[in-house]
Nanobody, 126 residues
Framework: QVQLVESGGGLVQTGGSLRLSCAASGRTISTYTMAWFRQAPGKERDFVAGITASGAAKVYADSVKGRFTASRDNAKNTVDLQMNSLKTEDTAVYYC???????????????????WGQGTQVLVSP
């Protein structure tokens, strides 16, 4: 059974930064695409960023391009999301997810991911 545990969320002012981490257990993530999604209250879960198995390819939602950076450390079985220049509209619960199949491109649809973490809350104040 794969477990993903996110950490690093919290309260930050507009313009600030946070770094989210996702630690995986039960499976080596080195051959899987990993992604970050977020869900604001009353809204659907949206794609934020994805990174392929090797880390060579990264895909970002338009709303976070230039501000967020995904990275991974396959040796540590972790994936991170560095979030800079945060805006109030970034407020959401952030989830990491692992792709259903190995060695796949980044997909922006939630259906492409099998296991999810419990989420970490990010709150950006004005």
């Amino acid at each position: 059974q794969v477990q993903l545990v996110e950490s690093g969320g919290g309260l930050v002012q507009t313009g600030g930064s946070l770094r989210l981490s996702c630690a995986a257990s039960g499976r080596t993530i080195s051959t899987y695409t990993m992604a970050w999604f977020r869900q604001a209250p009353g809204k659907e879960r949206d794609f934020v960023a994805g990174i392929t198995a090797s880390g060579a390819a990264k895909v970002y939602a338009d709303s976070v391009k230039g501000r967020f950076t995904a990275s991974r450390d396959n040796a540590k079985n972790t994936v991170d999301l560095q979030m800079n220049s945060l805006k109030t509209e970034d407020t959401a619960v952030y989830y990491c997810a692992i792709s259903s199949v190995g060695y796949t491109p980044v997909t922006k649809t939630a259906a492409g991911y099998t296991y999810w973490g419990q989420g970490t809350q990010v709150l950006v104040s004005p």
